[in-house]
């Protein structure tokens, strides 16, 4: 009998201590995304809550893109229209902003995700940062088939399709 409930012990502690990787995988296993107006500090979002491919490219398509960048144009401070998407499973986010004017405007893309970077001079302990590489477009519909890669999950596809675009440039993402 001692030994029966010393085995059910271990197997309780076992199972109670197991973690369930398809729960944990699926709290993890989505998109947020959030909005930022022209003219918000660049610290400020509107978050949003989860989203789906569909959903965003239907957001996208009704954000009043023209209007916030006439309202920019007149504030003159802050960050452009921006809207972010964040995939919670890889720690990427991917981002289009639009800059210009009613009658002359263009796309800002942006990839975020962790990058090793070397120390001082090279020399030091390599560190993993956040990493954004920015790209210039004017192609509504590229930008919405890039996040279409992007919500798939399609990383190597988007990077070469962005990489293909002029660079605007990279540095460790402020946020």
Not at 47 to 59: A, V
Request: neutral net charge; charged residues 30%.
């Amino acid at each position: 009998m001692k030994h029966t409930m010393t085995i059910l012990t271990v197997i309780l502690m076992i199972t109670s201590c197991k973690t369930d990787n398809k729960k944990t995988n699926e709290m993890s296993d989505k998109f947020t995304w959030n909005v930022q107006l022209a003219g918000y500090d660049f610290n400020k979002y509107d978050e949003k809550g989860e989203t789906t491919l569909e959903n965003f490219i239907s957001e996208f398509d009704k954000f009043p893109w023209i209007e916030q960048l006439e309202s920019y144009k007149n504030i003159q401070q802050g960050c452009s229209p921006t809207l972010s998407v964040k995939d919670h499973k890889t720690a990427t986010d991917f981002w289009v902003s639009m800059a210009g004017d009613k009658n002359e405007h263009g796309y800002l893309i942006g990839y975020v995700y962790p990058k090793t970077v070397k120390g001082f001079f090279g020399l030091g302990k390599p560190k993993e940062k956040r990493w954004v590489e920015i790209y210039l477009t004017q192609d509504t519909d590229l930008v919405k088939k890039c996040f279409a890669m992007f919500f798939n999950r399609e990383t190597d596809n988007l990077v070469s399709t962005i990489k293909k675009l002029d660079k605007y440039g990279e540095m460790e993402a402020q946020n």
